[in-house]
């Protein structure tokens, strides 16, 4: 009798694995699937929050009392530069929301941004980083909550493609997806240090993969003719690391301001090497944006693409005090750079406006809580 009940259930579990396993889809088959659609306008505004890392000692009312500062002042400041029409567009969130929290933090982060977008006027899309893995929930129950949310824009397909949150926005004239794009914002999962699937649980860094450059080929030739992108994505790749030496050791004269005051975490190993951004440059790829370094905000103009750490948002965790009086060579730079006359941390947003269907600005806000007056500095690329 026992060897009988244990026959049935092993071909009832086989049986319910077999059905539960959906075969992936190939991505080439489903490419609209990866594509969502805003109404173009001159003057589309994309507030860049990276590197937030709510975790278990985070203080949420604390971390939202910051963020609507941020978003406070990023409306007030779109508003006296470019009209009271103006506004917050798109919110892109590159990574690190979280670290080691749990699925509270996600439900108060979500209403948080909920409650945000339809008082400012925004919808927010989310990325992976590194430490979004790392939590006390299922990954999926992240994924769920975010493709869930009315104002977010979030896809992660049954499909062979690497990586949890790769997809597009096309900016249309109508607003509709089916029209060809003014512009398009490329969202790519850039890994996560660490194998999700591999025996060894480790790697040294991380990459953007051959099948996700492919894949955004495709959605890009889909989208119109040499349509204008910006990438948004969390871990830098060896193309900052080659540019900074440039600057730094070759003397070339790059446009490049900001502060860098840590590595990119780019290791030189060719095995994570990627040609992103190589072939985005041949495919009118004008900027590439990402978190990941919270003591950098680095940016430059690289082969005619603009290369941009996003300015860490939030004092969680660790990010940069810079000193006026600092003897280190690359803050005194930044300070050049910057204009700023007093010391103040590297905390805030970066904020991109699309000013034509061929140009952008971009600037970055620093933003300190202070007991009497914050301090708050915006300065222009």
Request: hydrophobic share 40%; glycine share 6%; net charge negative.
């Given at each position: 009798?026992?060897?009988?009940?244990l026959f049935?259930l092993?071909?009832?579990?086989?049986?319910?694995?077999?059905?539960?396993?959906?075969?992936?889809?190939?991505y080439?088959?489903?490419l609209?699937?990866?594509?969502f659609s805003?109404k173009?306008?001159d003057?589309f505004?994309?507030?860049?929050?990276?590197d937030?890392?709510?975790?278990?000692?985070?203080?949420t009312?604390a971390?939202?009392r910051?963020?609507?500062?941020?978003f406070?002042?990023?409306?007030?400041?779109?508003?006296e530069?470019?009209?009271?029409?103006?506004?917050?567009?798109l919110?892109e969130?590159t990574?690190d929301?979280?670290?080691l929290?749990?699925?509270?933090h996600?439900?108060t982060?979500?209403?948080?941004?909920?409650?945000k977008?339809t008082?400012?006027?925004?919808y927010?899309?989310?990325l992976?980083?590194?430490?979004?893995?790392?939590?006390?929930?299922n990954?999926?129950?992240l994924?769920?909550?975010f493709a869930n949310?009315p104002?977010?824009f979030?896809?992660e397909?049954e499909?062979?493609?690497?990586?949890?949150?790769?997809?597009?926005?096309?900016?249309?004239a109508?607003?509709?997806?089916e029209?060809?794009a003014i512009w398009?914002?490329?969202n790519?999962?850039?890994?996560?240090?660490?194998?999700e699937?591999?025996?060894?649980?480790f790697?040294?860094?991380?990459?953007?993969r051959?099948?996700q450059i492919?894949?955004?080929?495709k959605?890009?030739?889909?989208?119109?003719t040499n349509?204008p992108?910006i990438?948004?994505?969390h871990?830098?790749q060896?193309?900052?690391l080659v540019?900074?030496?440039?600057?730094?050791?070759?003397g070339?004269?790059l446009?490049?301001?900001?502060?860098?005051?840590?590595g990119?975490?780019?290791?030189?190993?060719?095995?994570?090497?990627s040609?992103?951004?190589?072939?985005?440059?041949e495919?009118?790829l004008?900027?590439a944006?990402?978190?990941h370094?919270?003591n950098?905000?680095w940016?430059?103009?690289?082969?005619?693409?603009?290369?941009?750490?996003?300015?860490k948002?939030?004092?969680?965790?660790?990010?940069?005090?810079?000193d006026?009086n600092?003897?280190?060579?690359?803050?005194i730079k930044g300070l050049?750079?910057v204009?700023?006359?007093?010391?103040?941390d590297l905390?805030g947003?970066?904020?991109?406006?699309?000013?034509?269907?061929?140009?952008?600005?971009?600037?970055?806000?620093y933003?300190?809580e202070?007991?009497?007056?914050d301090?708050v500095?915006?300065?222009?690329?």
């Amino acid at each position: 009798m026992r060897r009988r009940f244990l026959f049935v259930l092993l071909v009832f579990l086989s049986v319910s694995v077999l059905t539960s396993c959906k075969k992936a889809s190939d991505y080439q088959d489903i490419l609209d699937d990866y594509v969502f659609s805003m109404k173009y306008h001159d003057n589309f505004n994309i507030l860049q929050l990276t590197d937030i890392h709510w975790n278990a000692n985070t203080s949420t009312m604390a971390s939202e009392r910051y963020l609507e500062k941020v978003f406070t002042e990023a409306d007030k400041h779109i508003k006296e530069t470019q009209g009271e029409d103006a506004k917050i567009d798109l919110v892109e969130l590159t990574g690190d929301m979280f670290m080691l929290a749990n699925t509270y933090h996600i439900k108060t982060f979500i209403k948080f941004f909920e409650e945000k977008a339809t008082e400012f006027g925004f919808y927010y899309a989310v990325l992976w980083g590194n430490h979004d893995r790392h939590g006390l929930y299922n990954p999926n129950y992240l994924a769920k909550k975010f493709a869930n949310a009315p104002h977010c824009f979030y896809f992660e397909g049954e499909d062979n493609l690497y990586g949890r949150s790769n997809f597009v926005i096309n900016l249309t004239a109508d607003g509709k997806k089916e029209s060809n794009a003014i512009w398009q914002i490329v969202n790519l999962d850039s890994g996560a240090s660490f194998s999700e699937t591999s025996t060894s649980p480790f790697k040294d860094y991380d990459y953007i993969r051959e099948d996700q450059i492919d894949w955004w080929l495709k959605v890009h030739e889909k989208a119109g003719t040499n349509v204008p992108t910006i990438a948004y994505y969390h871990i830098p790749q060896d193309e900052n690391l080659v540019a900074w030496n440039l600057v730094t050791e070759e003397g070339q004269a790059l446009k490049n301001k900001f502060f860098k005051l840590e590595g990119f975490a780019d290791n030189g190993n060719e095995k994570y090497a990627s040609d992103f951004y190589e072939i985005g440059a041949e495919n009118n790829l004008k900027a590439a944006f990402m978190g990941h370094a919270h003591n950098v905000d680095w940016t430059v103009e690289y082969l005619g693409v603009v290369l941009g750490l996003g300015v860490k948002t939030g004092p969680e965790l660790y990010y940069a005090h810079i000193d006026v009086n600092s003897t280190d060579e690359n803050m005194i730079k930044g300070l050049a750079s910057v204009g700023i006359t007093e010391n103040f941390d590297l905390i805030g947003a970066s904020l991109v406006t699309i000013l034509d269907s061929n140009n952008f600005a971009l600037s970055h806000l620093y933003l300190n809580e202070r007991e009497s007056d914050d301090f708050v500095a915006w300065v222009n690329w």
